[in-house]
């Protein structure tokens, strides 16, 4: 059974289209998140949400909108997209109270804009 | 949320312990270290974490120090498997979120 799942794992799409990333978590957390990781292999937070409420937004531009439809989901939407959006985008969860840090990763998402 | 320290690389035989430091200076009292790992193209994996105590699971062990200012992961018999990305973060444990930073991490690779 795969604990956090991602789609599509790869995305190559043209500047200035609209993508989404779905993300599913079947561990029951209440808290997951959306983590980018650019050339650099810097992985950083973008948001958090728990129990479908928004969190954690880092300063992230507001062509990307999270949406999570239940606790068990949490999907990115990104409009417009640009060059620098290329990066490997991972969906994360945790359970708040068992270790808020201690976070399952899911696969990730390779987007490829040309 | 303290920052961490660590070496940007090092090599390890087969077979031999690794062994991994971290510096956590400024980490306060209710902090846990948390250790993740990231094998090449895949998405980090939780390894261990504690707050003062040394702990060990099926994966590594986690020797803090005293004054909880560093610490160092241990993976007893290291395998070619191992080679990855090593990252040691601070946060705090009872929060809705962990809003972890990973740094630069420490690159082991582990050699036949």
């Known amino acids: 059974d795969t604990a956090v799942s991602q789609t599509p794992k790869y995305l190559v799409t043209q500047m200035g289209n609209d993508k989404s990333i779905k993300c599913e978590q079947n561990l029951g957390h209440d808290t997951m998140y959306w983590y980018k990781q650019d050339s650099k292999k810097f992985l950083k937070i973008m948001f958090s949400?728990?129990?479908?409420?928004?969190?954690i937004n880092e300063t992230v531009p507001n062509r990307f909108s999270p949406k999570s439809p239940d606790k068990a989901h949490l999907n990115l939407h990104i409009n417009s997209l640009e060059l620098g959006d290329s990066a490997v985008y991972f969906c994360?969860?945790?359970?708040?109270?068992?270790?808020?840090?201690?976070?399952?990763f899911g696969p990730g998402t390779r987007l490829t804009v040309t | 949320d303290a920052k961490t320290t660590q070496p940007p690389s090092m090599d390890c035989a087969e077979g031999r312990a690794a062994n991994l430091p971290c510096n956590h200076s400024t980490i306060s009292g209710n902090e846990y270290v948390y250790w993740y790992r990231q094998i090449h193209s895949q998405g980090p994996q939780y390894i261990i974490h504690g707050l003062k105590n040394n702990e060990t699971n099926e994966m590594a062990s986690l020797i803090i120090t005293e004054d909880r200012k560093s610490s160092t992961l241990i993976l007893p018999h290291a395998t070619l498997r191992d080679t990855a990305v090593y990252y040691c973060?601070?946060?705090?444990?009872?929060?809705?979120?962990?809003?972890?930073?990973f740094g630069d991490g420490t690159t082991l690779t582990v050699k036949p």
């Open positions: 994360a969860s945790s359970q708040p109270g068992q270790g808020a840090v201690e976070q399952y």
């Open positions: 973060i601070v946060g705090s444990y009872n929060t809705n979120a962990g809003k972890s930073t």
């Open positions: 949400y728990n129990n479908k409420e928004l969190i």
